[in-house]
């Protein structure tokens, strides 16, 4: 079949059973832009790239399936560096295409030319530059092969404007051969062995699970395993929501901000099982005081994540839900179900202190008690973005996630300005379901022109703004490790988020009361456009419990 | 744990951008390599890299398990030290104004089984293979003569006996 460039790239996506793009035109992709118009294919349009690859992203990670997104050369392409980044960091399975300057033009520093590969090579599985229309097919189906098996993470592939124009005969029946891609699934059954021993003789076992849990689906085999070891679960960021927090094994969030009861509970536990997760340095905390006594078992699909960050006892590399599986196989001949009685009674019973403690019922306007509310209000398949900070922990310890993949927000880079549009890509992919991003007023503010695209291109989601008129987080250290000292992070009260949204055509609330936000909110679902509400609350509101920097998992600031 | 000198080889993908790849990766994972060489090897979409770098064995392992993850890597060991053969080539431009400074430079390229390559009134241009040790050591014996420029490959090794790089076995 004779093809441009151009119109191979689209027959290619097509295969793919690419429905959405998302992103922006310029002057080098404009072939492919010319191209889109008769493939079938539905794009966004954004007003800034970075909120493209936060949008596929997001679509990603509420569906499963790789996001795409697309800009043209030079500084379209380097505005997609920080999503890129983004979902590399959260292993993210998200497809970059970039327009290029034509190949007789690379490295003559053309008008919009920038080294992309360069740019993208440390922060991509693998960054593609087609150098010919014939090599269009089989490129596009390494990098969505890429992209979505294994770890998965974001792919880049670079297209000069000469090769979007070329005709040439192409063939897309070419299977894809990668000889140096390591596809590590399958655990070794001696490594999973050693795990299911000391599972076995565990007497206070504890599961920590991590975002891998989430990208292979592994939920019920979880639930399963954790509930026949009666081990309860902590989960990291990138893991909430692969253990319903309404279970009573669940402890939520281990870490700097995690949960009281979980970050003691997993101090106790005589043997650790860590699946699908990088014992990043915000769930680990300390490296020297994580865990001293307790029995490491690590497993990831990465090998070069064990004893990356910590050194561990027994390691299976494969992926989560095969290794739980196999592990629960071969446990569950050997396990009394009452066996860790004495374990699951001193979970309970701390879980209850720590919480008599926290809960009582207030019916202010304070971030616990309007995440609270919110989680009353959404049916469990909502799903929940956050931006970075303050908004974001809040969210983490008192939103209970309660489905998987409900729970969508930045770990790993900790990108502020991710959670509106990747609630915009989230809503592309779950049309049927409420989107909800919970925001920050410093972060909100760093991708709100997605306002524009939510509306004109008809994605309604909510955005609820926990509006302290500061940059919280930095605020909260500044009073803890800086003696009060705050450098640049007042914010003040511009801009006014009601007009805001309205300029854009979406609708603003500023709600004063529990009670108010709780009717706004409830009406704000039903609506078929975007509704921002602006909830002020107070700027000394700190996050807590917090572990502080430097400290083991046990030195916590509590409320 | 203790630092030593390790040397790993890797297979890759003959093709423009791999070296930039896994060049990269060692400044993005903080390794420090001490030198590297590439060339192609009997099979024409292959090169071989052969590095060395200085650290413990947690590092030498990272170093592998990060260069598997690189899609252009197609294989990768450490290789023993005292279980393969290692060569370095250096070029070597040494001063020799007056016939004693020649001679003695002649002399010595002789003892390190070394080739005089080029000759002008002033200088010479002596090759010389062998372990970084053995070229270090001539390096020296120039150096008191008058060394004047110096180029070298870096190590190249491949391990004794029939075991080879991609053949199946346990790289970590």
Known sequence: MALSGAKCLMEALSHQKVSTIFGLPGGQIMPIYDALLDSGIRHVLVRHEQSAVHMADGYARASGRPGVCMATSGPGATNLVTGIANAHMDSSPVIAFTGQVSRHQIGTDAFQEAD???????????????????????????????????????????????????????????????????????????????????????????????????????YEELRKLAELLSAPVGTTLMGKGCFPEDHPLSLGLVGMHGRTEANKLIMEADVLLAVGLRFSDRTICKVDEFCPKTKIIHTDIDSSEIEKNTPVDVSVVGDAGKVISGIRTALVHKLRKDENCEWYTRVQQLKETVQAKNNHEENELKPPSILKKMRKILPTDAIVTTEVGQNQMWAALHFAALSPRTFITSGGLGTMGFGFPAAIGAKVARPEVPVVDIAGDGSFAMTENSLATSVSERIPVVVVILNNRVLGMVAQWQRYFFKRRYSAVELGTVPDFVKLAQAYGAEGCRVESLDEFSSVFKSALGKDVTTVIDVPISPEEDVLPMVPPGNGLEQILEA | ?????????????????????????????????????????????????????????????????????????????????????????????????????????????????GQVIDASPESLVIEITGTPDKIDAFIELARSVGLKEIARTGVTALERGSDTIDSEKDVT
């Open chain 1, 116 to 218: 992309i590969i360069g740019i993208t090579t440390p922060i991509t599985k693998y960054s593609f530059q087609v150098r010919s229309v014939r090599e269009i097919p089989g490129t596009v189906k390494a990098a969505f092969y890429v992209a979505t098996t294994g770890r998965p993470g974001p792919v880049l592939v670079d297209i000069p404007k000469d090769v979007q124009m070329e005709v040439d005969e192409v063939e897309f029946s070419d299977p894809v051969r990668i000889r140096g891609y390591r596809l590590n699934g399958d655990p070794n059954s001696a490594d999973l062995a050693k795990a299911v021993k000391l599972l076995s003789d565990a007497e206070r076992p504890f599961i920590l699970a991590g975002g891998g849990v989430r990208i292979s689906n592994a």
């Open chain 2, 1 to 113: 744990m203790s630092e030593r000198t390790f040397i790993v080889g890797t297979l890759v993908s003959h093709k423009p951008g791999v070296l930039h790849k896994v060049a990269n990766m060692f400044r993005r994972r903080n390794f420090n390599i001490e030198s590297i060489s590439v060339g192609p090897t009997d099979e024409r979409d292959l090169a071989r890299m052969t590095m060395t770098l200085t650290g413990n064995e947690w590092m030498a392992k990272q170093l592998v398990k990060q260069l598997e993850k690189l899609l252009d890597v197609v294989a990768t060991t450490v290789l023993d030290e005292k279980n393969s053969v290692l060569r370095e080539l250096a070029l070597i431009k040494v001063a020799a104004a007056d016939s004693k400074a020649r001679s003695a430079i002649i002399d010595w390229t002789n003892i390190f089984r």
